[in-house]
């Protein structure tokens, strides 16, 4: 399985767009990038998902270099709510074994 | 309807206590997955059903037993757990490996296990 690497924490000020890289350079050609965050408390909750082509929707934008070894998670207008540690994860689509690494915790700033 | 429910949300035993924490989704998906969770790091994977069979076990102590007794439902068993094992549980459930969905897991809430 391909490994991830993200910041461990992040601030972003309320309004602006945070912006969350992850390095996944051992990612194989049938493995899309996953990201899901958790709120304190709460339990995961999906995000988005590529493969190669950038993505969005209506929770945020997700940027996967040409290369795929890294990509960045968009959240273009940050609100307070989106405080939570994001994962970013690759995984093959037909594959069951879903598992996350440390993931970034980022805290929006009023 | 989208959620995956978990009982009981808060649960503390004793070592020689025998309890279950259950799931169960309505969606119609085909694999169920089990997490725990300690403070401050990421959910680890425990185990995986498909179609109602086991299809991962990480390698979990025996004292944790998985249970699926129908596509809706998943159990896990506990007993004579050690203090170590105070997590949160989290159950999930996907469509993974159909041509349907996007893939994604959804999680349930957790239960909060604390062993004494």
């Known amino acids: 399985d391909a490994k991830t690497t993200q910041p461990t924490s992040m601030d972003c000020a309320e309004g602006r767009a945070a912006n969350l890289p992850c390095n996944h350079s051992?990612?194989?050609?049938?493995?899309?990038v996953y990201w899901y965050r958790q709120i304190h408390s709460q339990g995961p909750q999906y995000i988005i998902h590529?493969?190669?082509n950038n993505e969005t929707n209506e929770m945020a934008s997700l940027i996967i270099t040409e290369d795929r070894k890294s990509s960045t998670l968009i959240l273009p207008h940050a609100t307070l709510r989106d405080t939570a540690v994001y994962y970013c994860t690759p995984l093959n689509f037909g594959n069951e074994k879903l598992t996350f690494g440390t993931g970034t915790r980022l805290t929006i700033i009023p | 309807d989208t959620e995956v429910t978990q009982t009981p949300k808060h649960l503390v035993m004793g070592m020689t206590n025998k309890k279950s924490l259950k799931c169960e989704q309505h969606?119609?998906?085909?694999?169920m997955y089990w997490y725990k969770q300690k403070a401050k790091k990421p959910p680890e994977l425990m185990f995986v059903y498909s179609y109602e069979k086991l299809s991962i076990n990480e390698s979990v102590p025996s004292r944790f037993s998985p249970e699926c007794p129908n596509s809706s439902l998943l159990n896990l068993h506990l007993h004579a757990l050690q203090p170590e094992d105070s997590a949160l549980y989290l159950c999930?459930?996907?469509?993974?490996?159909?041509?349907?969905?996007?893939?994604?897991?959804?999680f349930g809430e957790g239960s909060r296990l604390t062993v004494l």
């Open positions: 590529g493969l190669k």
């Open positions: 051992t990612i194989s050609g049938n493995e899309y």
């Open positions: 969606m119609g998906h085909r694999a």
């Open positions: 999930a459930s996907s469509q993974r490996g159909s041509d349907t969905g996007t893939g994604e897991l959804f």
